[in-house]
């Protein structure tokens, strides 16, 4: 049985460009070439590393606490020397006793820096959706995309906001076509992650940094579990997944350690910045032997908490829980559970390999069934009409990003670590829908006035089976070009992937 190319660009891609549907082809085919081979990420060259981005970080930081150490140095006394502690930070330099300041260029500098972090920022997702409008391996995007919500971090936490895009670029779109086991490690020892979660300063309670806190009567941070119990509920076994309390803590101290480098490291490289901005910290690791699952783990220093995510990413839940994410993302809110269990034997018979997963989502007839639907996403929405509309994505992507948030759904800021939900009842309340018919007005009046005619557009990326009746003649008597993409982009063809 042949497959739709508009459904394999539809409800597998991100929406059709103009010419995608044409010529012949079968659309479960054209997904699994698009397997074979990574994309092309011309979009994101250039972009710094987490690395290099942590570094000039710490330097804002030391700019700017510089400038506040010279603005009161009288009223601090010989103390105006101490660096200011704020969350492991040390960076802050010394100033001799009585020297000259000037607060004013202090202060500029560390703006000067802090505007060029956030520009940095700013390219970073301008790439992103400069990439989705554009590429000729929709599939692929739309499964990265997929993983970056499934490990979603929110921007919302201010030490999270400069990596969190950093993270779907270096953590997931390496392996969206490899195994999960390696994503899962990339992504957890990711400053984005153990940043979100608190990770990068839980200590063990017996570690020696610990034991050391404790002689010197300072205070202690302690275990912090938040990412273990994430790792568990949300990103391998699911919440039903099998797994107690014993083991999200076995799990929190079997990951103690992993970090950061902080600024005081940063500082001591100099130019010579490091290539990952990952770092394990023995002195704040739990020694000895650890039970995650009634699985033994030998003290192993990091090697630990790795052999712990390895047999997670193996585990038959799972496979389970990421097998129902997929199906549910791309064929149906309730997905078929003989299309899930067949998903779920694919990936463990593979070891893990997401392509046998993709392969087996796709090669199912329920994923082509006419009873399979979708609801877009405020994002999906919006990247389908980019894609449709050929509207260019520039270097300043600031008016795409106020448009999602307008939507409810603002770049890489979900309300949880569960991510952005994924069904039609969480988009399609009466303000949402209303949003969508303003977002379709304003992307409608970007097209280019030399675009094709509304009906020709919607045909060639909706197909002709998609346009007809009540909503060809509006296409057809549409008053202004304007009028008709108006309507296109909010038309149910086009909100629904079908």
């Known amino acids: 049985m042949s497959a739709s190319k508009a459904t394999a660009a539809n409800r597998f ?13 079968d659309g479960r085919e054209i997904l699994l070439a698009q397997l074979r081979e990574p994309p092309p990420l011309d979009e994101f060259h250039g972009l710094p590393s987490s690395a290099v981005t942590m570094t000039r970080e710490y330097e804002q930081l030391s700019a700017a606490r510089a400038g506040r150490v010279k603005a009161a140095p009288a009223a601090m006394g010989d103390n105006a020397s ?22 004013d260029q202090a202060g500029e500098r560390a703006d000067q820096m802090r505007r060029e972090l956030r520009r940095r920022q700013l390219d970073e997702f301008a790439a992103r959706y400069r990439h989705a409008s554009r590429t000729d391996r929709p599939f692929v995007e739309r499964l990265t995309q997929f993983w970056s919500n499934h490990f979603a971090v929110s921007i919302d936490k201010g030490d999270t906001r400069l990596y969190a895009a950093a993270m779907e670029r270096e953590a997931i779109r390496p392996h969206v076509l490899g195994r999960f086991e390696d994503m899962l490690l990339a992504v957890e020892s990711h400053p984005a992650m153990l940043r979100y979660l608190d990770n990068s300063i839980s200590i063990g309670n017996d570690s020696a940094a610990a034991q050391r806190a404790e002689l010197m009567r300072r205070e202690r941070r302690g275990l912090n579990e938040n990412l273990a119990r994430e790792i568990l509920e949300l990103h391998t076994l699911g919440v039903d997944g099998g797994y107690r309390q014993d083991d999200v803590l076995e799990l929190a101290r079997a990951i103690t350690g992993w970090s950061t480098f902080n600024s005081r490291e940063a500082k001591a490289a100099g130019e010579r910045i490091p290539d990952n901005a990952f770092t394990f910290r023995k002195a704040s690791h739990e020694p000895g032997e650890r039970q995650v699952l009634g699985r033994r783990y030998a003290e192993g220093g ?16 799972t496979a389970h829980h990421l097998s129902f994410k997929l199906a549910r993302h791309f064929v149906a809110d309730q997905p078929p559970p003989a299309l899930v269990k067949r998903m779920a034997q694919a990936y463990l018979s593979h070891d893990g390999d997401l392509r046998a997963l993709y392969r087996a989502l796709v090669e199912s007839q329920e994923s082509w069934a006419d009873s399979a639907r979708k609801f877009k996403t405020p994002n999906d929405f919006v990247v389908s009409a980019l894609r449709a509309g050929e509207l260019p994505v520039g270097n300043d992507a600031r008016a795409l990003i106020n448009l999602l948030s307008s939507l409810g759904q603002p770049v890489f800021t979900p309300r949880s670590p569960a991510g952005f939900p994924d069904t039609a009842a969480d988009w399609s309340s009466p303000d949402g829908l209303w949003k969508r018919i303003q977002a379709a007005q304003m992307l409608a009046a970007r097209i280019d006035p030399k675009a094709s005619a509304p009906y020709q557009c919607a045909v060639s990326v909706l197909g002709n089976a998609a346009v007809e009746g009540d909503f060809a003649i509006g296409l057809r008597r549409a008053g202004s070009l304007r009028d008709g993409y108006a309507l296109l982009f909010a038309s149910p063809a086009f909100q629904w992937r079908i």
């Open 13 to 25: 891609g991100l929406g059709a460009k103009p010419g995608e549907l044409e010529g012949s082809g």
């Open 82 to 103: 101490m660096p200011q502690m704020s969350g492991g930070d040390a960076m802050a330099p010394v100033q001799p006793a009585g020297q000259a300041v000037d607060v």
């Open 302 to 317: 990091v090697e630990q908490g790795r052999a712990v995510l390895a047999d997670l990413a193996k585990h038959p839940s």
